[in-house]
């Protein structure tokens, strides 16, 4: 099984017209052909004032592979640190709009990054807390796991 990254994909992703015209809330609206898939990138502008680039990417008959999916993100959105895989709230299907039914979506949101776990400071205090718990831990001999 493969992990990670992979050697890159030599497919070129070309700028196509778009099929759609650019909706109110987008900052842009950009439309790519990469192989068999085709892409859509939007900068969505919510009204909390908060952005979103948003890529698109479906195929006409299956889903976007793994390396796809990597590929396009890395290219549309190179040194990103969060893409989200968004998987849609299935028990609000009137929350979302889906116009191709093998379309996965990427979410990053813009200036900001979401994952904690990419915080090292948060990572190295955390660190520091579970190394003085276990200092404080008396061991104990007598117990099959020692404390």
């Not at 796809?68 to 290219?75: Q, S, T």
Request: a negative charge; aromatic letters at 8%.
């Amino acid at each position: 099984m493969k992990r990670g990254w992979s050697e890159p994909d030599q497919r070129e992703l070309l700028r196509v017209p778009c099929p759609l015209p650019k909706l109110p809330g987008m900052a842009f609206l950009e439309c790519y052909q990469f192989g068999p898939c085709r892409v859509m990138f939007s900068r969505d502008l919510f009204p909390s004032g908060v952005e979103w680039d948003h890529i698109s990417v479906s195929c006409r008959d299956r889903y976007p592979t793994w390396e796809e999916m990597k590929v396009v993100a890395a290219r549309l959105l190179p040194g990103r640190e969060v893409i989200q895989w968004v998987q849609l709230d299935k028990a609000a299907p009137d929350s979302w709009l889906n116009l191709h039914p093998n379309c996965f979506h990427l979410m990053s949101r813009v200036g900001e990054r979401v994952c904690p776990l990419l915080d090292k400071e948060e990572d190295e205090e955390a660190e520091a807390e579970a190394e003085e718990e276990a200092e404080a831990t008396p061991w104990n001999p007598d117990s099959p796991l020692g404390v």
